[in-house]
């Protein structure tokens, strides 16, 4: 059993990784340059984080021997999505301190009890009720009227596990759409705008953030994120102040994400966290002083915090599978004219390693710094509909 005293994890040490996907690349990337080794765990190989990992572990996450295994091999534990199993979480906490804790997973992997502990620590959201059964959906669309959004309590991402009722006659099709599992039934918000804030905090305590980034969704799933968002200054620091509330009501230590809605009258109302570095804080590699990742390994290993402050104005545009695909029905991979935008001077390419290109699925991402948020994002609009000619 590793020492519970909060100590500095100084470079030379191991950081482990539970997921190795996109952000666990872009994480491990990251820590290289302070000297740290990092391994990570997943079911899958040749990973996007695997590839560049020093150690890449294929085990099912429920093989806790594999897991028991992996926690003794590193100094540090942390996460690069929210839906690693508890049992597996709960198991490297014995071996090696777990950053975020596992709080913050048991929060965020479950939507009824991530509404509910905002609702609890005083923070708005949509109105929600809970859903067990058809009747608490037809009692749940009386009291909150339509239209309304039905959403599985777990497993749901970029969309999924959510189903729009815009009349309650729709009820008893909505819940055999959802497969008749616990869900949560949220108000309809007509919203102005979709923000996030990032932000980390120390073993300290010592909390930074990257102020308010201002993003848009196609098929509800993120397409263009863009910083610092054009916000009342106000309205901004009351974000900030909301997920400041959030990781200290967790004591979440590394890098959260909470996403927001801003509705008429500039109210802010919170939609969902993630605790771990974020799609919408890419534009932080090169925006930065100190990148979300950077942070994140900063903060899982007890360093002081970095400098979060923007160089320029910026926009980042995700590239999903569709950018690599030949349209028809016999759709093919084809290869983006990378040179088109490698030539641009201010546009940065990441590729995530994936080798199959789905419909829907992150394959790398575009990001544009310029002298207003308004060119960037322009600019990076720009560059990904040259990968589509």
């Avoid at 990781?247 to 959260?256: I, N, P, R, S, T």
Wanted: hydrophobic share 45%; charged share 20%.
């Amino acid at each position: 059993m590793y020492a519970a005293t909060p100590k500095m994890i100084l470079p030379g040490a191991t950081i482990g990784i539970l997921g190795s996907g996109q952000l666990g690349r872009m994480l491990a990337l990251a820590a290289r340059p302070l000297g740290y080794r990092i391994h990570v765990f997943s079911p899958e190989r040749d990973t996007p984080a695997g590839q560049v990992a020093d150690v890449e572990i294929c085990a099912a996450y429920d093989d806790l021997d594999a897991v028991r295994a992996f926690a003794r091999g590193v100094d540090v534990v942390t996460y690069e999505f929210e839906n690693v199993p508890a049992n597996t979480a709960v198991t490297c906490q014995q071996f090696a301190p777990l950053r975020p804790g596992p709080q913050a997973l048991h929060i965020a992997q479950n939507r009824l009890r991530e509404k509910s502990f905002f609702a609890e620590n005083g923070l708005p959201t949509a109105p929600f009720v809970p859903v067990h059964s058809l009747a608490d959906l037809q009692n749940g669309l009386a009291h909150i009227g339509c239209p309304a959004v039905l959403k599985t309590a777990v497993s749901g991402y970029d969309g999924k596990g959510q189903i729009k009722i815009t009349h309650p006659d729709e009820a008893e099709t909505a819940w055999q759409a959802a497969g008749q599992v616990d869900c949560i039934l949220e108000g309809w918000i007509a919203f102005e705008r979709e923000l996030s804030v990032v932000a980390a905090r120390g073993v300290d305590g010592r909390f930074a953030h990257y102020g308010v980034i201002e993003n848009s969704h196609a098929n509800h799933i993120l397409d263009v994120s863009k910083a610092p968002a054009n916000l009342a200054p106000a309205v901004a620091a009351q974000a900030v102040e909301m997920v400041q509330t959030v990781m200290e009501a967790l004591d979440v230590v590394g890098v959260l994400c909470v996403e927001f809605f801003l509705a008429g009258d500039n109210q802010l109302l919170l939609n969902e966290m993630a605790p771990r570095p974020h799609n919408s804080g890419h534009l932080t590699i090169e925006a930065c002083v100190t990148s979300q990742f950077e942070q994140q390994a900063r903060a899982v290993c007890g360093l002081p915090l970095g400098d979060t402050r923007y160089r320029q104005s910026a926009a980042m545009a995700n590239l999903l599978g569709e950018v690599f695909q030949r349209g028809g029905a016999e759709a093919q991979r084809k290869e983006p004219d990378w040179t088109a935008v490698l030539r641009l001077p201010h546009i940065k390419v990441h590729l995530y390693g994936k080798r199959e290109a789905r419909d829907g699925r992150k394959m790398g991402h575009l990001t544009a710094l310029a002298g207003s948020v308004d060119e960037a994002e322009r600019m990076v609009r720009e560059a990904r509909e040259l990968l589509r000619d």
